[in-house]
């Protein structure tokens, strides 16, 4: 069964399955890798961090999000410098653990919608300013206010 089928995913199962393929980038807080699911062939872009929390006396936690790529990514990744670091290249649902080592699937795209929707208030705005700068508020101006508006 793939991953993508499964809500929640056990932390002992992924390392059962999971194979590295190749290490992107690694620092000392910070670590990327293609992996492999091998009982599907399917593989992921699994991008690791360690939180020190500094509450807890420097206490280290390791996270790993793990997002789901096709052939033609992986390729890109590898040979055409395909962007992939998080979060800008991380805007498909993907797997990320939790306290209990388990992971869960999380979807980033109501994040980047909201920033859309901030974007288009912004807009929404600017054009209403420019509209009572001008002072014209004629059948024919409120008309032509609707029709710029209007993101159809």
Known sequence: MSLR???LVSGEELEQRLSE????????????AIVK???TGEHMLQYSYIHRDIAEGGAEQLYRHLLPIDSDAVLGILFSEQPYRYPDAWKKPFLRNGPDNNY????PMPAFEGDEDEAYAKALREKLLEF???GAY???SVEKLFRDLDPS
Request: glycine share 0%; no cysteine; proline share 4%.
């Open 21 to 32: 393929v190749r290490i992107l980038e690694q620092s000392e807080s910070e670590r990327y």
């Open 138 to 140: 004629d059948a024919a």
């Open 132 to 134: 009572k700068k001008r």
């Open 5 to 7: 089928q499964m809500t």
């Open 37 to 39: 699911d091998d009982p």
């Open 104 to 107: 869960v699937w999380f979807d």
